[in-house]
């Protein structure tokens, strides 16, 4: 299968996983179509370690994952998302002893600040999702079809519960978007007007089931004028 071939083969699955509209709602949805692409004959990007960029997290709480433990190609992070088990989140979720918060928004809201603050006033940590030592991964996952792309984003967000669940067996966590904006972000670019997008109540708007739920999620809201 050459490389061409695999992401078409991706881009197919990913209609069929979710229903044309570009969000997945499970782990092994993510899972499917991220290994249609990563085969042994997927472009060369694929198994070729990407430059990392680092982070400034000096605005948080705390960085996420240390550059060393950061997936170094587009196979290790399938490999890192398939690596966690079925029951695995489900088990963290019932050991948590602290609130899990998410403040959503678009660009340029006031998100940084809002959940920089937030953490440190609750005595937490800050989470930013997709994580941003990602980056380097990210940019390559943009070149793909929009339907594959967004299967880096729903990975990430497995990710990114592993962390969070992790934190919030010891401190509250504020989450800078998660699901909401992948599921946001998917749809935007399907259509063009807000009256043709899925009413309230379709089953897309339903959270996945096997990502933890949250405590408490907020939309920061600022008029443009």
């Not at 083969?9 to 709602?25: C, D, E, I, T």
Request: aromatic fraction near 8%; charge should be neutral; proline fraction near 7%.
């Amino acid at each position: 299968m050459s490389s061409k071939s695999a992401v078409t083969r991706a881009v197919k699955l990913s209609y069929q996983k979710s229903k044309g509209f570009n969000v997945y709602k499970t782990k092994e949805d993510v899972q499917t179509i991220c290994t249609a692409f990563t085969t042994k004959n997927a472009a060369s990007w694929v198994n070729t370690p990407q430059p990392q960029i680092p982070f400034d997290g000096s605005d948080s709480v705390c960085d996420l994952a240390v550059m060393s433990d950061v997936p170094k190609t587009a196979k290790e992070f399938v490999d890192r998302v398939s690596s966690i088990g079925k029951n695995e989140l489900i088990s963290m979720a019932i050991r948590k002893q602290h609130p899990i918060i998410v403040v959503e928004g678009l660009d340029g809201v006031g998100k940084t600040t809002v959940t920089s603050h937030l953490a440190k006033q609750l005595g937490g940590v800050l989470v930013r999702t997709p994580d941003p030592n990602l980056e380097h991964l990210r940019q390559n996952f943009r070149s793909l079809p929009e339907p594959v792309s967004r299967s880096f984003y729903c990975g990430a967000n497995y990710l990114a519960a592993v962390h969070i669940l992790t934190e919030a067996k010891s401190r509250p966590v504020v989450v800078d978007r998660w699901w909401a904006s992948t599921c946001a972000m998917g749809i935007a670019a399907l259509f063009n007007h807000v009256d043709d997008i899925p009413p309230q109540g379709h089953e897309l708007w339903n959270w996945p089931s096997d990502l933890p739920n949250i405590d408490a999620g907020f939309v920061l809201d600022v008029p443009e004028d």
